[in-house]
């Protein structure tokens, strides 16, 4: 099966190679309704990019350290289609450290945008993220979720250590949940859930409660910052309160401790 991501990737080679003139290539701030927003994670390591483009358009972005290449992202999006909002997260950067980018994209009618080269520069790593220790979540077991959009948005992906993946349910809404084997008990101190989204509004979980040993703690606010808690477990379920609708879902869970 080709991912949505590698299919956007193929759409947009197919249309660069389709260019048989410089004079085919537009500039991409004809179509980008205002200068792309950058917002950085904590860590330092991953950047979410969001534009707007006037037309409906299939985007991606290249980026690298040496010029705006050797690593690429794209729309976040469950399907290949053109759109206006759109949002790529770059992942694998290390904090503290300029990089330069180019946006691209093509239209329904084959014709191929291309931004200038851009920089961004990545923040330091967030001093609060080492008061709680180690994320335990990545690379614990998932137990049960309450549905999978697909193989592509599949419940492991919320705790790989990819923000750049996702666990996207299939139409959950308010009543998605996600359920985690740490392995053994732990003395947890902190929890966070990062929301995805798609760029219609939907898909955004804005509250969460996470359940423990029969217990239920939240409901807590979804931010990038993880939120405090203390108690002890090794079974976590995650619960979706509150949400925009649609197929809500997460680029991670959470669960700090020693």
Aim: glycine share 10%; with cysteine.
């Amino acid at each position: 099966m080709v991912r949505p991501a590698a299919l956007l990737i193929m759409i947009l080679l197919a249309a660069a190679c389709g260019a048989e003139a410089s004079d085919e290539v537009g500039a991409f701030s004809d179509i980008a309704v205002a200068d792309p927003a950058i917002v950085f994670d904590p860590s330092g390591t991953v950047a979410t990019l969001n534009v707007t483009t006037n037309i409906d358009a299939v985007c991606a972005v290249s980026y690298g350290t040496d010029g705006p290449s050797g690593s690429i992202a794209t729309d976040q999006d469950m399907g290949a289609g053109g759109h206006a909002d759109h949002t790529a997260v770059m992942t694998g950067l290390q904090p503290e450290t300029t990089y330069q980018y180019r946006l691209q994209g093509v239209a329904a009618d084959g014709r191929l945008y291309r931004s200038e080269v851009l920089t961004f520069t990545t923040p330091p790593v967030d001093p609060t993220l080492s008061q709680f220790g180690d994320n335990l979540a990545v690379g614990a077991t998932v137990v049960e979720a309450s549905s999978e959009f697909s193989d592509a948005f599949a419940a492991a992906n919320a705790v790989d250590g990819d923000i750049g993946t996702e666990w996207s349910t299939n139409g959950d809404g308010d009543d998605a949940f996600l359920t985690v084997d740490l392995g053994r008990a732990v003395e947890i101190s902190a929890v966070g859930f990062r929301t995805r989204s798609m760029g219609d509004g939907s898909a955004i979980a804005e509250t969460f409660s996470v359940v423990a040993d029969g217990e239920t703690y939240g409901p807590f606010p979804v931010t990038d910052d993880p939120v405090a808690v203390e108690f002890t477990a090794q079974v976590v379920t995650f619960q979706v309160d509150d949400s925009t609708g649609g197929n809500t879902g997460a680029a991670e869970v959470q669960v700090f401790g020693p």
